[in-house]
């Protein structure tokens, strides 16, 4: 039973994602390219790699900012701190999200401002607010959590198990089941990082001696995921004693971190959640929301 839980961990369900960091960056095809040069699958022609890198040229994956990020508020933007990055907080009074749609440092405060769809001035994104000044779905990536007996419980090998809360909008289709997943440090020092809770779609079985007792859903009948959603197919090969474990989940698609619930605080880990609208190796191009922290997973 210790062995599946390390292995499981590795999942997260985290996925590696792409970002425009020091070395080499992503093309859109997924493979590296170093310094600014172009290859083949960025063709934004703005002499800088990657997608996903924050630039606002066109064919590299990013959304269509249009000068957002020049620096000048323009028409339909409500900030403009002159780059595409949503920064991390502590904010600066100019911070401002990544399609310049809002003021990082207001959200939160309780008062409305331009950009926010509400903001309620508190830090739990189960309510009807989430600490993104943004709508609670209650779908995939809402913030969640899971009870039995009354009392909250920490996190399972098992994620679907339990009575879990504030997903009532997830809409699984065949073959998958409704999931929590949320942040934990699982035997063998293995870091999940799932600021808030992470309401996922999910199948997941396991092969070997060591694994735990059902899979969840019907991993091999898992072909497609509800419209707005990203399948990533994740398998993590077994071999000398150690289970393999095969993941399909239904990413939440976006187009940018406004979707993400960038500004999530997480509580296990004491400091800041890292939600943003990427793409990852295995989302076929596509940009979804993800914790950057479990690149390293």
């Given at each position: 039973?210790?062995?599946?839980?390390?292995?499981?961990?590795?999942?997260?369900?985290?996925f590696?994602?792409?970002?425009?960091?020091?070395?080499p960056?992503?093309?859109?095809?997924?493979?590296?390219?170093?310094?600014?040069?172009?290859?083949?699958?960025?063709?934004?022609?703005?002499?800088?790699?990657?997608?996903?890198?924050?630039?606002?040229?066109?064919?590299?994956?990013?959304?269509?900012?249009?000068?957002?990020?020049?620096?000048?508020?323009?028409?339909?933007?409500?900030?403009?701190?002159?780059?595409?990055?949503?920064?991390?907080?502590?904010?600066?009074?100019?911070?401002?999200?990544?399609?310049?749609?809002?003021v990082?440092?207001?959200?939160?405060?309780?008062?409305?401002?331009?950009?926010?769809?509400?903001?309620?001035?508190?830090?739990?994104?189960?309510?009807?607010?989430?600490?993104?000044?943004?709508?609670?779905?209650?779908?995939?990536?809402?913030?969640?959590?899971?009870?039995?007996?009354?009392?909250?419980?920490?996190?399972?090998?098992?994620?679907?198990?339990g009575?879990?809360?504030?997903?009532?909008?997830?809409?699984?289709?065949a073959?998958?089941?409704?999931?929590?997943?949320?942040?934990?440090?699982?035997?063998?020092?293995?870091?999940?990082?799932?600021a808030g809770?992470?309401?996922q779609?999910?199948?997941?079985?396991?092969?070997?001696?060591?694994?735990?007792?059902?899979?969840?859903?019907?991993?091999?009948?898992?072909?497609?995921?509800?419209?707005?959603?990203?399948?990533?197919?994740?398998?993590?090969?077994?071999?000398g004693?150690?289970?393999e474990?095969?993941?399909?989940?239904?990413?939440?698609?976006?187009?940018?971190?406004?979707d993400?619930?960038?500004?999530?605080?997480?509580?296990?880990?004491?400091?800041?959640?890292?939600?943003?609208?990427?793409?990852?190796?295995?989302?076929?191009?596509?940009?979804?929301?993800?914790?950057?922290?479990?690149?390293?997973?």
């Amino acid at each position: 039973m210790i062995r599946p839980l390390m292995t499981y961990s590795t999942l997260g369900l985290g996925f590696v994602a792409c970002l425009a960091v020091a070395g080499p960056a992503c093309t859109d095809d997924g493979s590296a390219e170093a310094g600014n040069t172009e290859t083949a699958g960025d063709g934004d022609g703005d002499g800088y790699p990657g997608d996903g890198d924050g630039d606002p040229g066109d064919g590299d994956g990013d959304p269509d900012f249009g000068d957002c990020g020049n620096g000048v508020v323009d028409d339909g933007e409500v900030c403009d701190d002159g780059n595409n990055v949503t920064e991390y907080p502590p904010f600066a009074a100019g911070d401002c999200i990544d399609d310049c749609s809002m003021v990082l440092a207001t959200c939160n405060d309780g008062t409305v401002d331009p950009g926010e769809d509400c903001d309620d001035g508190n830090d739990d994104s189960k309510d009807a607010c989430t600490t993104s000044c943004t709508t609670n779905s209650m779908g995939v990536h809402a913030a969640c959590t899971v009870f039995e007996d009354g009392m909250e419980v920490d996190p399972l090998f098992n994620i679907s198990e339990g009575d879990i809360q504030n997903c009532d909008n997830v809409e699984p289709v065949a073959g998958t089941a409704v999931g929590c997943n949320r942040s934990w440090q699982y035997i063998g020092n293995n870091l999940v990082y799932a600021a808030g809770g992470d309401c996922q779609i999910i199948a997941l079985e396991c092969e070997g001696d060591l694994c735990p007792p059902g899979p969840i859903g019907d991993y091999p009948n898992v072909s497609a995921c509800p419209e707005g959603h990203v399948l990533i197919d994740k398998v993590i090969e077994g071999g000398g004693g150690v289970p393999e474990i095969r993941s399909k989940v239904c990413l939440l698609a976006c187009e940018s971190d406004r979707d993400c619930r960038w500004n999530e605080a997480d509580v296990f880990w004491d400091g800041p959640g890292e939600y943003r609208c990427k793409t990852t190796p295995l989302s076929g191009g596509a940009r979804v929301c993800n914790d950057g922290r479990n690149n390293e997973l």
